[in-house]
């Protein structure tokens, strides 16, 4: 059966939002346009007459398949190699969805993004429609064919295991505006003081390479050991000058809502370094270097280009 003009337009009035969901729960921009392709498809198929509530059966469809989704990628996770990161997207972008409330904001950080892996594939899609897109727990439950008081139950147990994680106080985004280039300026110093100062003591540092380009296998934890990481990682040699070619460029940006530096050598961009800050320092550094997870970014780098690369000797 064809789409009508109303009926293809009713669905993209939706695509945004099915899009953020299925982010927010996948964790990879490309998956969450396979899904809403898949929703497409789906709607495209069904018998759209018997449909009362056009919205609802869409985020039904949706979750259903991002529930099947995130019961494999626990299989797949198993054989990644490496360490597993959720793909970061540059702040602004429509796929992280509503950002009026801090509960909103914080939902999509790819810090609790990360969090979000050790929940169920069901507590993650209760946590994420109730905290990040206000469902009422009715309207969950009916999607995900539950009773309400088990949805409850299941948003509870999510919203701990999430606060247990997020043991610390964020500072706020203006005070973290500056942090990428103090981060740059002591990768760059030559001394590692600089950057363990600006660490907390217990700063963990993880990297995703996906095996496809190289990155540390496991974190690096500690701010001494992360700093003496780093200024290996970031000291010049001549076998790293050879591999990269053109001197790289560094430029502050923000991505899902916190402070990052993004790397690019030869107007291609190489990587991203995600800061988690908090009032003691910076408690975390997630690296993404896996190229398939820095399309989305790249396309939308070069779509606002030209940008004003940082100071930096290298």
Request: proline share 5%.
């Amino acid at each position: 059966m064809s789409l009508s003009a109303h009926e293809m337009d009713l669905f993209e009035e939706h695509r945004g939002r099915l899009a953020a969901i299925a982010y927010r729960l996948l964790g990879s921009a490309g998956d969450a346009e396979d899904a809403v392709q898949e929703v497409f498809l789906r709607w495209h198929a069904a018998d759209r007459e018997q449909i009362e509530t056009p919205e609802a059966w869409l985020t039904k469809v949706l979750t259903n398949h991002c529930l099947n989704q995130l019961t494999s990628a626990r299989a797949r996770r198993e054989t990644y190699v490496g360490q597993w990161l959720p793909e970061p997207v540059l702040t602004g972008d429509p796929l992280l969805g509503p950002a009026d409330t801090v509960e909103q904001r914080e939902s999509v950080s790819l810090a609790v993004l990360t969090l979000l892996e050790r929940l169920s594939p069901q507590e993650r899609v209760v946590y994420v429609l109730r905290e990040a897109f206000d469902y009422r727990h009715r309207e969950i439950a009916e999607i995900l064919d539950l009773t309400e008081s088990n949805c409850q139950q299941i948003y509870r147990r999510a919203r701990e295991h999430v606060a247990a994680g997020r043991s610390r106080t964020r500072v706020d985004r203006a005070a973290a505006r500056t942090i990428a280039r103090e981060f740059l300026a002591a990768t760059l110093s030559g001394d590692t003081e600089p950057l363990i100062r600006l660490l907390t003591a217990d700063a963990v540092s993880i990297a995703d390479g996906g095996g496809r380009v190289p990155a540390r296998r496991g974190p690096v934890s500690g701010a001494a050991a992360i700093a003496r990481y780093l200024h290996g990682l970031f000291k010049p040699t001549a076998a790293k000058r050879a591999f990269i070619g053109d001197n790289p460029l560094f430029y502050e940006i923000s991505v899902n809502g916190d402070p990052a530096l993004l790397v690019e050598v030869g107007g291609e961009v190489l990587g991203v370094f995600c800061f988690d800050t908090t009032p003691d320092g910076v408690a975390a550094i997630r690296i993404q270097v896996n190229p398939e997870k820095l399309e989305r970014i790249k396309a939308r780098w070069a779509d606002t280009a030209p940008h004003q690369p940082l100071p930096a000797i290298w």
